[in-house]
Antibody, heavy 122, light 106 residues
Framework: QVQLAESGGGVVQPGRSRRLSCVASGFTFSTYSMHWVRQAPGKGLEWVSVISNDGTKTYYAESVKGRFTMSRDNAKDRLYLQMNSLRVEDTAIYYC???????????????WGQGILVTISS | DIQMTQSPSTLAASVGDRVTFTCRASQTISTWLAWYRQKPGEAPKLLIY???SLESGVPSRFSGSGSGTEFTLTISSLQPDDFATYYC?????????FGQGTRLEI
């Protein structure tokens, strides 16, 4: 079955960088677009970014544009989120999520990872 | 950005009750709407997509309706597993946006 597992979370100082990873299994990773969605502690869901199946196209929420970079390695079935210039307001559980399409068309999220907590604090 | 507003924020109900949640979009989104259930400490789980299509494996007590700007999620007979937070999500355009959630309490 489809499985997504995030890693790379932890406590990071404001202004520093962190890279999250998401390893996929149970499906042909290179077929599908992937997203990151985050959830601040006790708050609602916020869409962060999307990448096409071949990794050539990305799109970001305004709140992270210019600071976060999404990428993927289809040979390793891995998704990445490079987060730079981190702010306290980036503190959240970060989920990777799979849709059913392969391009940047907005979709609903069919499958979710278990999430990984990133805490931005000095 | 399309704003999604859910009501109520909190709803108290009992096992066996029929409950309905509402989600309103700030502009028309046709039927590009999904519903999720999220239990504490877990990832969201897809229940409904395209406003009224039941995701595979989701019990038939869940149903969705609506189009344009107003949508509803109905649970016909609450089960203990259903006490959780429910989110709507529009995927008509980017940025994808979610409602703030409705917490269903016992």
């Amino acid at each position: 079955q489809v499985q997504l597992a995030e890693s790379g979370g932890g406590v990071v100082q404001p202004g520093r960088s962190r890279r999250l990873s998401c390893v996929a299994s149970g499906f042909t990773f290179s077929t599908y677009s992937m997203h990151w969605v985050r959830q601040a502690p006790g708050k609602g869901l916020e869409w962060v970014s999307v990448i096409s199946n071949d990794g050539t196209k990305t799109y970001y929420a305004e709140s992270v544009k210019g600071r976060f970079t999404m990428s993927r390695d289809n040979a390793k079935d891995r998704l990445y989120l490079q987060m730079n210039s981190l702010r306290v307001e980036d503190t959240a559980i970060y989920y990777c999520a799979r849709v059913n399409g392969n391009d940047l068309t907005a979709e609903y999220f069919h499958h979710w990872g278990q999430g990984i907590l990133v805490t931005i604090s000095s | 950005d399309i704003q999604m507003t859910q009501s109520p924020s909190t709803l108290a109900a009992s096992v066996g009750d029929r409950v309905t949640f509402t989600c309103r979009a700030s502009q028309t989104i046709s039927t590009w709407l999904a519903w999720y259930r999220q239990k504490p400490g877990e990832a969201p789980k897809l229940l409904i997509y395209k406003a009224s299509s039941l995701e595979s494996g989701v019990p038939s007590r869940f149903s969705g309706s609506g189009s344009g700007t107003e949508f509803t999620l109905t649970i016909s007979s609450l089960q203990p597993d259903d006490f959780a937070t429910y989110y709507c999500q529009q995927y008509s355009s980017y940025p994808i946006t979610f409602g703030q959630g409705t917490r269903l309490e016992i």
